[in-house]
């Protein structure tokens, strides 16, 4: 072994140490917070995630929160991009909860309880996909002639095609791919890790050794290494991602299908007696101890008791049973099951988040949060993933410099990278 093997080696081995130590090493307030709160001071907040890319993206916010003090619990799911997040509000606000997303690269939006949704959440799904689209539009277009200089014409320094491939990998990387990066470096920041992270360490690596190629062939040529540019295997990692995450989020965003329907259930107005005047307002501005009348064929607007009148509502939507059940005076009604036959007047008695409905659509939207105790230890599992594959692409450097055939720093970077790459299971949006 010669002086650089070793110099190479003992470098490899300081750089896995302090990997093992920045990701893994006490942190300060890296405490989980679970401490019991005085009574009464218990609050809970659900959140629209933005963002997210793969679980690992779902499991460093889930770190970060566990971090911040006056944080209880944590229920989140990456399928529904939503999280439920117990907390003390006397150690934490809600907008502090969504700063600590923020500092990561990602976007926390509280959810209007009322409505079951954050605001704006359509008009931000079809931004999302329209910016992927985008981006992946132009990508594919420069990705193409990069793969044909780069494989098909075998373009190596000082032919102006490197040049043209180092100008349109780097537009793939850092414009369309901005995003990565950005959520690479936020997790860096905070000593967490994702796999962007992965996806930024490999890529990067290929582009800043192609660039050095690039600019500095002789250096190369002088040490015998043939100075092969790999532009085009960065910009198609890029481009093969973005069409992944493309494909995951036009999915995803038919993940919350099933409570739309639930909430288009209710009706939008109902009917109600003030100052002797029947006048329809907002479901929403209906008042518990209203009196409301709903004709035949309507939908009951919230829950009561029925005051005057008699019918039969159908009540399948909530107990199954598909013969409408006979309704009398004193008799309690559910919202958004369907008035059959009579009509009558109820005083409402729960409105907005205390309906029977709401309470449903909260509960399953719990039961989507929720994880399995498998879940749980998967994402144990997950958290010494990316440092473990970082840790193992730097071994694999090492020992292809060291044992490699030549030219050694060639495959040793190439081996690097593809360590990093096939290791990233997001690589091809799975």
């Known amino acids: 072994m010669t002086a650089s093997d070793y110099g190479v080696a003992i470098a490899g ?36 995630l933005g963002g997210l890319h793969c679980p690992s993206c779902l499991l460093a916010i889930e770190r970060m929160w566990k971090r911040t003090e006056g944080v209880l619990d944590i229920n989140a799911n990456f399928d529904t991009m939503r999280a439920i997040v117990t907390y003390d509000p006397s150690k934490v606000s809600v907008e502090k909860i969504a700063a600590q997303v923020e500092k990561l690269g990602y976007t926390a939006t509280p959810i209007i309880e009322e409505s079951g949704e954050p605001e704006g959440s359509a008009q931000s799904a079809e931004e999302e996909l329209r910016y992927l689209q985008i981006r992946l539009i132009v990508s594919i277009i420069l990705t193409i002639p990069v793969a044909i200089f780069g494989m098909a014409l075998d373009a190596m320094p000082p032919s102006p095609m490197v040049y043209a491939e180092f100008v349109l990998t780097g537009i793939v990387l850092f414009w369309a791919g901005g995003r990565i990066f950005k959520s690479a470096w936020g997790s860096i920041k905070n000593r967490a890790s994702d796999m962007n992270v992965l996806i930024a360490v490999g890529t990067l690596a290929a582009y800043i050794y192609s660039t050095a190629v690039t600019f500095f062939p002789w250096v190369f040529r002088g040490s015998g290494i043939a100075p092969h540019v790999y532009f085009e295997t960065a910009a198609v990692i890029i481009t093969l991602i973005l069409i992944g995450r493309l494909l995951e989020t036009r999915a995803r965003s038919h993940t919350s299908d099933a409570i739309k329907r639930l909430l288009g259930l209710q009706p939008r107005t109902a009917r109600v007696i003030r100052d002797g005047q029947e006048i329809d307002v907002p479901v929403d501005e209906v008042k518990v101890g209203d009196i409301v009348r709903v004709r035949p064929g309507e939908k009951i607007p919230v829950d009561g008791t029925i005051e005057d009148g008699s019918s039969t509502v159908d009540e399948s939507m909530i107990t199954g049973e598909s013969i409408p059940a006979e309704k009398q ?96 299971p997001c690589a091809l949006g799975l």
Do not use: H
């Not at 140490?17 to 809970?44: H, M, N, P, R, Y």
């Not at 988040?353 to 749980?376: C, G, N, Y």
């Not at 230890?377 to 594959?389: G, I, K, L």
């Open 13 to 48: 081995a300081a750089l896995i140490a302090f990997l093992i130590w920045f990701f893994f090493g006490k942190k300060a307030g890296s405490e989980t917070v679970v401490e019991a709160a005085s009574a009464g001071s218990v609050d809970q907040v659900e959140l629209a």
């Open 329 to 424: 005076p004193g008799d309690e009604v559910i919202g958004a099951t369907i008035n059959r036959t009579g009509s009558f007047t109820f005083k409402a008695t729960k409105v907005g988040k205390d309906t029977m409905l709401a309470q449903i659509v909260k509960m399953v939207r719990q039961a989507q949060a929720s994880k399995a105790p498998i879940q749980r230890m998967a994402d144990v599992v997950a958290s010494y993933f990316v440092p473990t594959v970082i840790s193992i692409a730097i071994a694999t450097f090492v020992v292809w410099f060291i044992f490699g055939p030549s030219p050694v720093l060639t495959f040793a970077v190439l081996s690097f990278v593809a360590v990093l790459i096939i290791a990233c």
